[in-house]
Structures are given as C-alpha cells and as structure tokens.
C-alpha cells in the first residue's frame, strides 16, 4: 500500500496544484473528456459507510465506468474495502488520494468523506484536473461553495452533486408538470422543517480516547482537517454528522441529511437552480425538538406515504420559517417528520397541488399522479441513474444534472437555515442577496458564512 506522512502529504499539494498536469490520453476524446465508447476510469476517495453502499449497486453497475483506485486516511478501511469486493490489487489503494490521482491518473474521482473534509478534498481534485463527483452536502459553508464554483468553472471539469433526484425520470417529469403550469401559478411551497446540529462540548471532552480503527497522530489530524484540533473521541469520530464542526445537521430529518434532498427538490420544482430566496423570517425562537415523528400516525391517500413515518425520533435545533423567492412564491418550513415528504416537498397551485417524495408522487387532481406513476416510474436505484449521468457528461463534456452551481444552491438553502435560526430577530423578515450570497440587514449571519480554517488545511487558490 502507499502510506504518507503528514509533512509528504502537505507537499504532495503544493506540488500538485503548483505544477502542470499530464491529461491521460481517454481524457481527450472530445475536449477534455473520453470518447463516446471509452472506459471512464474513477478513483474513489473516503471508503465509509456511504462509499460501501453505492460502489457495488450503483457506481460498478454504471455504464461506462470503471473504478481503477481507492483511497482513504485509513489504512485498515482500505484492506477492509478491498478483502469485501476482491477488485483490486493492493497497489490500487493509496491512503493519500493525491498520490492515488499522480499514479493511477483517473479521469474522475467520487468524494465521499466527511463534510467537513469534502472542500479540501474537491479543491485539491478540482485543482489536479480531475472531474468530481461529490457527495451532499458539497460542503461546510456558503464561501466554501463559492470556491468550488469557481475552481470548478477554472478547470472546465464536469461536476456531479449527490442530489439524486435530479437524474430520476419520475422527480423530472414531476417538476415539469409544475413549470407547465399543470397546478396553474403557483402559490406557496411546503416542505419540512428540518431539525438542525448539535453543538459539541469541549469542557466534557477534555481527556482523549485511546484510538479506534488504525488511527494516529497524523491521521487523526488528517481525519480533524479544517475544523479545530481535538482530543479523539469515538462519539466525534463516528458520529460526527451530529455537531455542527462537522456538517449541518446530517440526521434522518436532519437540515443536512435530508434537507439537501428537499430543498434542493424545491429549486428543482420552481426552477430555482442558480439562484435563491430573497426573503426570510423566522417565526418562532428555535429551541431543542425533537423531529415530530409518531410511530401512530397512517398517512392520507393524498400524501406519499412516506417509510420514515415509523422511524425513531431525533433531537436538535429546530424553528419554523419562511422564504420567499423573488417571484413572490412562500416556502414554508413547517412540516414535522410525522408528516409530508421528507425527500420532496408539496407545490401548491391555484389548481391543485403536487407532492413530489423521491420514488413516488401525490397529487389533487389524482389524476397527475396516475400519469406519472404508471408512465414515469423510476426502475432502477437513484444512485445508478445519477452516476451514469455524470459518465455521460465526461464524455460529451456538458454540464451533469446536479452541476456544481446546482449543489452550491442547495447546500446553501441548508446553511440558510441553521444561520437564520442562529442570528435572525423573530418575526422580522430578513433580505438574503443570493447574487452576492450576502444578508441583507444581518452582519451577523453574514460572520457565520465562511469559517476560519486550521493552518495546514487551507483552500488551494484559483489561478488568475
């Protein structure tokens, strides 16, 4: 295996975004992508939960690609990831992803780590010239986004975000509907309202845990990358999607875990893919909730139905709110977990209303919903769909469904959310510029928009 310490790995960066880079040749098929019939090569980077579960149904099954490395800080979990799917030999696993894009040179890498990791990881892979496909939420901060936008956009590397429903037949010809006008104008939007992270205490967390799953000094500060240095700690290391360091709520319910797909749901609904509210009020103060689910509770024949009604209930931040876009159109943030679509939202029209849920639609007049289910109903996993889409997009060389910008939207609409209910006054609309990705009226939600970063994790800089 390649193993690297701290000070190689920080040289290998430098190295790599400073220095020009060799393109493979399956690269230039057409302008900087593979042929229509060649081989994608990928590299995959973070072997986590999430990785394990989309590299065997969807990301092997795709057409068109083939995973030729893997790479992650854990030398354990790459042994692990190989003696489970028998791919690959050892020298395809690298535990430093940029001396697995100097080596293997994949056309594309898939980010898979942690959030608070990812932007390091994308910026690096962006910066190395490779086309990413990057897990949701696409980042920590709305700055964050802004830089992958741009280094993105710098490449010309073709970017996929983890929001799934973007490549699924049914959500599409759902949306579509709506922009028709099958509902008529359309008059407020609902959707969840989501419960947010929970913040970690040091004072409790003082004295460190002896290391878990292979750990050291230098991975574990590879592991803490940008975010403050920490004592390790088994209930930050696996369930870091908890705290707010590290993501935005990455809970089932949770702002982040599923609100990524939801409110990105709603742009893809309305139209609202490079752009964002331009209104907000906080209704009431947020406080510790729980997320509203009840094991009781049947769903109506006009709802989804969705499977989370009998899921256990989760505990965070939690308030309702309202946006508004520029059109005038009301998203209300109201619904508890016991009701509506987690994944989805409801469009309500002056003719009716559409509920769109991921793998299944409602809809008043039913008849809507017949159509598309009968017609447009989705027959292969969401993940497959969306990977095969990005494959495709390498070799044409447009822009995939869930572009860059796409991502950068809704990972926003996320973030608006935890900062609103952080900073914003009760009962007091607030403006949000999403042009300039600035409040209007709230400095102190515009402090919360970027992060400092730890010495040693900071962002490449864009080229002039």
């Not at 290998?12 to 593979?34: F, M, Q, T």
């Amino acid at each position: 295996m390649n193993k690297t310490t701290r000070r190689q790995f920080l040289a290998i960066s430098a190295s790599a975004v400073a220095a020009p880079l060799i393109i493979p040749r399956s690269v230039l098929g057409s302008p900087d992508a593979p042929g229509a019939n060649e081989i994608v090569t990928i590299g995959l980077i973070g072997l986590g939960g999430r990785c394990t579960g989309i590299y065997p149904s969807d990301v092997k099954a795709a057409k068109g690609a083939k995973v030729v490395a893997v790479s992650d800080i854990l030398q354990p979990r790459i042994d692990r990831f190989m003696n489970r799917y028998k791919d690959f030999t050892p020298e395809q696993g690298f535990t430093d992803f940029r001396k697995m894009i100097e080596t293997a040179k994949p056309d594309a890498v898939f980010c898979e780590t942690t959030t608070h990791q990812r932007a390091w990881v994308v910026a690096h892979s962006l910066a190395m010239e490779r086309h990413t496909y990057i897990e949701k939420p696409i980042v920590l901060t709305i700055d964050e986004g802004r830089r992958l936008v741009n280094l993105a956009r710098k490449y010309n590397r073709v970017t996929q975000c983890g929001s799934q429903q973007r490549s699924l037949p049914l959500c599409q010809w759902a949306c579509e509907q709506v922009q028709n006008g099958r509902i008529g104008k359309i008059k407020e939007i609902l959707a969840p309202n989501f419960v947010g992270p929970n913040q970690w205490d040091d004072n409790a967390h003082k004295t460190a845990e002896p290391y878990v799953d292979g750990l050291t000094d230098e991975s574990w500060d590879a592991w803490l990358n940008q975010s403050k240095f920490r004592p390790f700690h088994r209930a930050l290391f696996h369930q870091w999607s908890n705290w707010q360091d590290y993501d935005a709520g990455g809970l089932c319910f949770g702002v982040s875990g599923w609100g990524t797909h939801s409110y990105d749901q709603i742009c893809m609904a309305i139209g609202m893919n490079d752009t964002g509210p331009t209104e907000i009020l906080l209704e009431e103060p947020s406080t510790i909730q729980d997320s509203g689910k009840f094991q009781t509770r049947r769903p109506t024949d006009e709802e989804t139905g969705a499977a989370y009604y009998g899921m256990a209930k989760v505990k965070g931040p939690r308030a309702k709110m309202t946006m508004w876009t520029k059109d005038g159109i009301a998203i209300k943030l109201h619904l508890d977990g016991d009701w509506g679509p987690g994944l989805g939202c409801i469009v309500v029209g002056e003719k009716g209303k559409i509920e769109i849920n991921r793998h299944k639609i409602s809809s008043n007049p039913k008849e809507i919903a017949a159509e598309g289910m009968s017609e447009h109903k989705n027959t292969r996993s969401e993940t497959v769909y969306h990977v095969e889409n990005f494959i495709e997009c390498i070799k044409t060389g447009k822009r995939a469904n869930a572009d860059i910008e796409i991502g950068q939207r809704a990972t926003s609409f996320c973030e608006l959310v935890n900062i609103v209910r952080a900073t914003a006054p009760v009962g007091k609309k607030i403006g949000w510029d999403p042009v300039n990705e600035k409040f209007i009226g709230n400095d102190k939600g515009n402090e919360m928009l970027s992060r400092p970063r730890r010495k040693g994790w900071e962002l490449p800089e864009i080229p002039s």
